[in-house]
């Protein structure tokens, strides 16, 4: 799991939630093979709810607040993100 990783990021950076919050959806629903707890996961919707105002991310626009409220995402994934989750799972091994 990248949840150290992860939270470094993101407590540094509140705009890295957009991309570390589809990277962490496209492994669990897409994949079946997370990257991050379900607790960080969690965290992570949360912090992205919190400050949806402030975020500037070029893939928040996949993005809607009724999707994080639910905690699940079903839209498109741009390919970076699925180069992303291939370099982030080269990093664990």
Request: charge should be negative.
């Amino acid at each position: 799991m990248m949840d150290k990783h992860c939270l470094d990021l993101i407590d540094n950076n509140v705009n890295m939630t957009v991309p570390w919050y589809l990277m962490a959806a496209y492994a669990y629903y897409v994949e079946d093979d997370p990257i991050i707890s379900d607790q960080l996961y969690d965290r992570l919707v949360l912090k992205i709810i919190d400050n949806w105002d402030t975020i500037e991310h070029r893939h928040k626009e996949l993005l809607s607040l009724d999707d994080l409220k639910a905690g699940t995402y079903l839209g498109e994934y741009p390919g970076m993100v699925k180069g992303a989750v291939e370099s982030i799972r080269k990093d664990i091994k």
